[in-house]
């Protein structure tokens, strides 16, 4: 490299003016070139279009001269047609002979010519051939009757061995007939003649011959479907498929066209269609003049050498004279080199420019004076500066090392309360792959670190059913920037490397903003507690269970002394009968939802999903809660679009049914008199989503943490609407079995918006 770079400085100029002289040159160069390229390509196009418009011309008379030369013999034909109706077909028949005779002889075109009778018998031919021959069966005999009077090009028949072949080559002949009108005006018989296809050639030798010793035109002519009837004897007979004879038979004009023939060569073809003449139809010949592409375009290579050698020679002069004006030009600014070099050398302390400078050169000179003071003095500061700057960069350098000493301090501190703690940790980014997992993590799923990280935690250690709602609430942590589902202290169940489900409580911290964002996981096992648990709710199932029977019957009693079945109770008595039956109805329920929310939490109620059209579930929780409602003084407003009627999900129709009625249960207690109950049905595409809306006094901020536990109630003092506090924890816990979420937001203008998010599963989806 360093070789090839020390040869190229030998080629390059020394001074400004070089370079200003070279500079000159090669724009001399580039615009001659592109001038000389675009004047070339224009006129190469130009010259190019000229070639091949003027073999369209030629094929257009070549094309006219053969409708004119085809309208001559269809003409004669109908002459002599109507002169053999004027004589009688059977006096006569020499005296027919001798016209056909002279007709023949006349007009030297016609291999054969002959009158054959409405039977197809020839009566009368010139020079005798085929006389009482039966034509019949030919098309030009039967399409004359049909005033069809003229027929494409075709091999001789049965004169093929009558007449001789000048060339050696078959036969051929163009049908011109006409039938010949009796007395009454109807056919009498049918003059039929075999129009030598040599006359083609003879247009041909009229047109083409001039040029095509200076051009090397070949002339072909090909029938309506591209059979070629005259050209070079390769071609006779062949059926050629070109775009120049597309483009002829579907413009019907005039033009040229460069292709590729079948003899892998490339000509330029011009072509033109024939339209008949006068009342002569034609016969959609098209006429192809063709011309190698090497010949034709010759001219043009001659022009591209003239226009390369021109701009060549326009770029040398250019080149030259640059040199010279570089030359001139930088004459002051060489004199400004020698005063810097001096100065360079101590010899001089200013500048001074020559009396033929330039204001620019005048201009530099002053600055580089000043700069020259400028940097005198800078100069000296700099001694001054160089002084500590050793000493401020040994300084800075021993604080550096100090902060990344205390940087890895704090690292390895991390990592050893990290890996000391009691507890298993997680680490894991924004997108839910594992970036870290101490030796409790390992003991506690059975990965080990190296196997985990890396990993979708989701995949690795969550039940399937939990996958979806995790991958849920990562992408809406991605999208908003709120880990909502995704902090706190929450219960959740992991499964190990060997799919055990283990019940834990997992701590976890976000930190970090955007793509650097992570989340910290303190995972404990809380298997021994939820054991615990286990045995005080089967201490709760059986309190409760104790407890029901006595109070049904406490209920049923009262409700028989309210009702007056033990006789008339004045109204003090009344009063405290009907204060005991609502505290004893209070009980019934409280015992039920602790009932409920002890099957779902141990599993005992099991959860059945299976397919079920969506909105009859909805209408059925709303007519339920109806009576409800219209007690409250408050108004049920269902929205949905009506392609949902026909939606389908997975789900246990009577526990969902529990969590729908307990939603609208809340909301219609806790809406003010007046107001409406606004429940929505939306398609989410991978899950479906029920909200329910109120415009009740929201949800007071220090009671949101726990709003899903067990008994939690909110201050009754604030609205005096109390429950048992199990409702919302039991219907989170059925939506949680069915693979879903229970989430509430403030509702904008005051409210509270509670939304159930089921998931969408194939099964559902194929169903719907």
């Known amino acids: 490299m360093t070789t090839i770079k020390t040869s190229l400085k030998g080629f390059l100029p020394s001074g400004l003016s070089g370079y200003m002289a070279l500079a000159s040159s090669i724009l001399s160069i580039i615009l001659t070139v592109v001038l000389v390229a675009l004047v070339h390509r224009q006129a190469t196009e130009h010259f190019k279009e000229n070639i091949g418009n003027g073999l369209g011309e030629l094929a257009q008379q070549t094309a006219d001269k053969l409708d004119r030369g085809m309208y001559e013999r269809y003409r004669e034909i109908r002459l002599v047609a109507k002169r053999l109706a004027e004589l009688d077909p059977v006096a006569e028949k020499d005296r027919r002979r ?100 040599q006359w083609a050639r003879d247009v041909e030798r009229s047109v083409i011959l001039p040029i095509q010793a200076s051009r090397q035109v070949q002339a072909l002519i090909a029938s309506s479907d591209g059979t070629v009837l005259l050209g070079p004897p390769e071609l006779l007979g062949e059926k050629l498929d070109l775009r120049a004879l597309e483009q002829a038979r579907n413009d019907k004009g005039v033009g040229y066209h460069l292709e590729t023939w079948p003899d892998g060569k490339d000509y330029l073809v011009g072509y033109s269609q024939t339209r008949g003449y006068a009342d002569y139809p034609g016969l959609g010949w098209t006429v192809l003049l063709r011309q190698e592409a090497v010949n034709a375009y010759a001219p043009v290579r001659k022009l591209s050498q003239y226009a390369l050698w021109t701009g060549v020679s326009l770029a040398v002069l250019f080149s030259l004279a640059g040199g010279l004006v570089a030359n001139w030009i930088t004459q002051p600014i060489k004199q400004l080199q020698q005063d810097a070099d001096r100065i360079r050398q101590g010899e001089a302390a200013t500048i001074t420019p020559t009396g033929r400078s330039y204001d620019e050169v005048q201009s530099l000179s002053g600055a580089l004076n000043t700069l020259l003071d400028d940097l005198l003095r800078r100069s000296r500061q700099l001694e001054s500066l160089n002084q ?119 701590s976890i911290g976000s930190a970090g903003q955007g793509e650097r964002g992570f989340f910290s996981l303190f995972v404990r096992d809380i298997a021994q507690r939820k054991r615990v648990d286990e045995m005080k709710n089967e201490l709760v199932a059986t309190v409760s269970h104790e407890l029901r029977t006595p109070l049904t019957s406490m209920r049923a009693s009262l409700s028989l002394l309210q009702s007056g079945a033990a006789g008339h109770l004045d109204s003090e008595a009344q009063e405290l009968v009907g204060i005991a039956h609502r505290h004893c109805e209070r009980l019934v329920r409280l015992v039920s939802d602790m009932l409920d929310i002890e099957k ?89 989503r029920i909200s329910v809306a109120d415009r009740g006094a929201g949800i007071p901020e220090a009671f949101r943490d726990r709003i899903f536990q067990r008994f939690a109630q909110a201050d009754p003092g604030a609205n005096q609407k109390t429950s048992t506090g199990l409702g919302l924890a039991i219907s989170r816990q059925i939506v949680v079995e069915h693979g879903g979420q229970l989430g509430f937001e403030d509702r904008f203008g005051g409210g509270t918006v509670f939304h159930v998010d089921l998931p969408l599963t194939q099964a559902t989806l194929t169903v719907a």
């Not at 060339?167 to 003059?191: C, T, Y």
């Not at 059925?620 to 409800?628: E, G, M």
Request: proline share 4%; net charge negative.
């Open 98 to 197: 001798r016209m056909l005779d002279d007709a023949v002889e006349t007009y030297g075109y016609y291999s054969w010519l002959g009158f054959a009778g409405l039977d197809g018998t020839v009566h009368a031919a010139a020079r005798g051939l085929l006389e009482g021959a039966n034509v019949a069966q030919r098309p030009w005999f039967s399409n004359a009757l049909k005033n069809i009077h003229i027929g494409d090009v075709h091999e001789a028949v049965k004169l093929a061995k009558l007449l001789p072949s000048d060339d050696g080559q078959p036969l051929r002949f163009v049908d011109v007939a006409f039938p010949v009108l009796g007395a009454g005006g109807s056919p009498a018989g049918v003059l039929g003649a075999h129009l030598s296809w």
């Open 388 to 506: 500590n700057l050793e000493q401020r960069v040994d300084e800075r350098t021993r604080e550096l090392a100090g902060a990344l000493a205390r940087v890895a301090q704090t690292a390895q501190r991390i990592q050893t309360i990290v890996e000391s703690a009691q507890d298993a940790f997680i680490g894991m980014d924004r997108s839910g792959i594992v970036t870290d997992w101490n030796s409790q993590a390992e003991l506690m799923l059975g990965w080990t670190r190296d196997e985990a990280v890396g990993r979708s935690l989701g995949a690795l250690a969550l039940p399937r059913r939990f996958q979806a709602g995790f991958e849920r609430a990562l992408q809406d942590y991605r999208n908003t920037g709120v880990a909502r589902d995704l902090s706190g202290r929450i219960e959740r169940t992991l499964v190990d490397r060997h799919g055990n489900e283990l019940p834990v409580e997992l």
């Open 600 to 688: 779902v939490a141990s599993g005992k109620v099991a959860v059945q999903p299976r397919p079920e059209r969506f909105l009859p579930v909805v209408l059925d929780a709303l007519a339920a809660i109806r009576v409800q409602a219209a007690d409250a003084g408050v108004a049920l407003a269902p929205h949905w679009s009506p392609e949902l009627e026909g939606l389908v999900v997975e789900v246990d129709r009577d526990r969902i049914t529990q969590v729908l009625l307990n939603l609208l249960s809340n909301a219609v207690k806790f809406a003010p008199r007046g107001s409406s109950v606004d429940v929505n049905l939306e398609n989410g595409g991978d899950q479906v």
